[in-house]
């Protein structure tokens, strides 16, 4: 589903995501009250959804729809990459943000990946959420916190702080000379290590404890 109150825009995202094998566009919204009746009656798989709108913003819409649909992924849609309600968005559910202008080729990997429950790190916004995570963390461990560097294999570290980057499985994969389904099973394990259930959060938790 798109939800963004400019028209224009979301004509751009359906050209693009309609041409796209295994993707069907069920339902657009203009805003966020909108969006959640819309959701709540067509259950999407992902939504595609902008942070700024009227009547109800970004935020309190993915808020309700995770709520409501724990199953339906979201990934928010914002203009500037130092849009503070990125960090809003992620707190309140959201899978995974991009910029708007984000080639298309970028948006159909988001797309597909939330699709499958994996979420997306837009690059040039992953590292600002980090380092606000980090400032607002009030307890930092330091870099050789024993409990996760035994947990994890050089490889996963490896894998971990590319993820970090914001860099997809395909770019992991050429950047460490790896398949993308090793890259899938590193990942895996690293969850299951780390305790997380997301890309997310498992970066978040790797700044946090100064493993990157």
């Known amino acids: 589903m798109l939800v963004d109150d400019q028209a224009l825009f979301r004509d751009g995202l359906r050209a693009v995501l309609s041409v796209q094998a295994g993707l069907q566009v069920v339902a657009e919204a203009a805003n966020g009250k909108e969006a959640v009746a819309t959701a709540m009656r067509l259950e999407p798989q992902v939504v595609l959804m902008d942070l700024r709108m009227p009547v109800m913003n970004g935020v309190e819409a993915t808020r309700a729809i995770r709520a409501a649909l724990p199953g339906c992924q979201v990934i928010v ?123 997310t959060q498992a970066a978040l938790l790797a700044r946090e404890r100064g493993l990157i």
């Open 77 to 199: 849609l914002t203009t500037f990459d130092d849009d503070d309600q990125v960090f809003d968005a992620l707190r309140a559910g959201a899978l995974g943000y991009l910029l708007k202008d984000s080639p298309p080729a970028r948006l159909v990997e988001a797309v597909s990946a939330a699709a499958r429950g994996e979420s997306f790190l837009q690059p040039s916004i992953a590292a600002k959420v980090l380092a606000e995570f980090n400032r607002l963390s009030p307890k930092r461990q330091p870099a050789d916190s024993p409990v996760l560097w035994e947990k994890l294999s050089g490889r996963e570290i490896e894998v971990l702080q590319k993820l970090a980057q914001g860099k997809s499985n395909k770019e992991i994969g050429v950047a460490l000379n790896l398949a993308e389904g090793t890259v899938k099973n590193h990942l895996s394990n690293i969850f299951g290590k780390l305790g997380v259930l997301d890309r």
